[in-house]
């Protein structure tokens, strides 16, 4: 399984802003996504942010981050790419991509084939549940465990179905309907 994972910042902390999110996404080499873990949270602190960053990554090990930016956001990139990755040494690399103007339309591009060819598989409870009402609704109040999601999804290569180099997972999962 290759794993990445994806980061949409939300600085303001008001009740109805919108969240923090990290979600981290494997494949397998049948071309099966995983979510393996979702963390939503309200911040406008970077070492909070790192703190989030540093515990998904000690977990599962993922190689690169993938963060949505705007202008006021590639600030806080450089500071954790700089001031908290780097001294600390971290494997990772952070890929910053800029959002599109339609990004409902990006979102569906990237997860709608896959939930259609049941290729998505969610864990039970938690912020899955979350994860699946920003799914289902037309217009949800927050859509920020999808877009990371998207952009975890996005990054993401099957590994080769060379058995020599194939890991063995097990994942108790299933499917989204």
């Given amino acids: 399984i290759n794993i990445s994972a994806a980061m949409d910042f939300a600085y303001s902390i008001g009740k109805r802003s919108d969240y923090s999110t990290i979600a981290v996404v494997g494949v397998d080499s049948a071309n099966n996504y995983y979510i393996l873990d979702l963390e939503r949270f309200k911040t406008s602190e970077i070492a909070e942010y790192f703190h989030r960053i ?11 981050l ?4 705007t202008a006021a956001q590639q600030v806080i990139v450089q500071s954790l790419r700089n001031d908290y990755i780097k001294p600390h040494g971290l494997a990772l690399s952070l890929d910053e991509r800029r959002p599109l103007k339609d990004k409902q ?3 569906d591009g990237v997860l709608q084939n896959k939930y259609n060819n049941r290729q998505m598989w969610h864990y039970h409870g938690g912020n899955c549940q979350i994860l699946e009402e920003e799914l289902i ?3 949800p109040p927050h859509d920020d465990l999808k877009d990371a999601v998207a952009n975890a999804v996005d990054l993401l290569v099957p590994p080769s179905n060379s058995a020599s180099k194939q890991r063995r997972v097990t994942i108790t999962s299933s499917p989204v309907r």
């Fill in 54 to 64: 540093l515990r998904m990554h000690t977990k599962w090990d993922f190689r690169k």
């Fill in 66 to 69: 993938r963060m949505e930016i």
């Fill in 105 to 107: 339309e990006w979102i």
């Fill in 137 to 139: 609704l037309q217009h």
